[in-house]
């Protein structure tokens, strides 16, 4: 058996094989396809081989399956090609098996993307992805070397359709390092036109009123509908390395509400986080709808634990005691 001697800042740990948790090497975004089928994306770099779009099947009696997806067409549809650290994707209201799937920023003058894909089941276990655009509307300032500074790499994205079925785009920067200094995470709403590929900014706000475990405020974002507003559902992580040790707390951030006087959407944000779960050990980049298959979950999770690989889970629902922590 080879032996490794992992080097921490001054003791030398010898390991003898990190226990994987999959052979897919981390889920940094998810999105449901149907009832038990999600869609995944994971983070690879531009110069980095390798699948970035998977298929996840839950069933009762294999357990998790991943399903091949190939990719049409040349280059995503875009000068600058494949994907470079795909962080986030959504399922579009009103368009079956429409996805968008975005990448966290710029790196130098490059990438910086939304991809607006569609799925095909081609046969059993095998799905067919046509990228139909690919477009940009961060806006921020970038760094020296024409990248995003990392507390404003987008972390999360969902959307919905209102009461006048406009499609509102809304996503979430990470927090951490900015231009201005430190930063908490901040969401970002408005208008997306899939027919023109424009998108109008309704509002800009700091997700949370303070740093929620002091790393990662937005790993993740997803909105939940309750009657004309949506519940903003976020997680926030702690990462020491790629063996860890990770930390992750899901939590409610707050809710995006319409203004009647101007037609659009305000967020308000919790005086604090309500902290629902707590994940010690995970590194969480993945927060999705309930599989139908476990009965009386609440959410899904997908985690990027680095060298350690990504699992997939049910978070279920608890107790009203236990709700709302901070």
Not at 80 to 85: A, M, N
Not at 166 to 182: H, T
Request: aromatic residues 10%.
């Amino acid at each position: 058996m080879a032996r490794i001697i992992l080097v921490l800042g001054a003791l030398l740990i010898p390991v003898f094989g990190l226990a994987y948790a999959t052979e897919w090497p981390g889920y940094s975004g998810m999105a449901l396809v149907e009832k038990n089928i999600f869609l995944a994306v994971n983070d690879l770099k531009s110069h980095k081989s390798g699948s970035r779009v998977t298929i996840l099947k839950i069933t009762a009696k294999n357990g998790i399956e991943h399903e091949t997806v190939t990719v049409e067409g040349d280059n995503w549809n875009h000068p600058d090609g494949k994907p470079s650290d795909l962080e986030a994707c959504t399922a579009i209201p009103g368009r079956p098996f429409e996805f968008l799937l975005s990448e966290s920023g710029k790196y130098k003058g490059r990438f910086g993307r939304i991809f607006h894909i569609r799925l095909n089941k081609v046969a059993e276990g095998k799905w067919r992805l046509f990228v139909l655009k690919a477009l940009q509307i961060y806006d921020h300032e970038l760094d020296d070397d024409q990248s995003t500074y990392k507390g404003d790499q987008v972390e999360g994205i969902s959307c919905f359709r209102d009461v006048n079925n406009r499609l509102i785009l809304v996503y979430a920067e990470r927090g951490g390092k900015s231009k201005e200094g430190k930063k908490t995470a901040r969401i970002i709403w408005g208008e997306l036109d899939l027919d023109k590929y424009k998108f109008e900014r309704h509002g800009t706000e700091t997700l949370v009123t303070g740093t929620v475990l002091g790393g990662r405020d937005c790993s993740d974002l997803f909105l939940e509908s309750e009657n004309r507003s949506q519940i903003v559902w976020s997680v926030a992580t702690i990462d020491e390395g790629d063996i860890g040790p990770f930390k992750s707390v899901v939590y409610r951030a707050g809710d995006l509400t319409m203004d009647p006087g101007k037609n659009r959407y305000q967020f308000e944000s919790e005086p604090e986080p309500l902290i629902y779960w707590r994940l010690d050990g995970l590194k969480v980049e993945a927060l999705a709808a309930p599989a139908a298959v476990v009965v009386k979950s609440g959410f899904s999770i997908g985690t990027d634990d680095e060298d350690f690989g990504g699992i997939w889970r049910p978070l279920f629902e608890l107790s009203s005691h236990q709700q709302g922590e901070k």
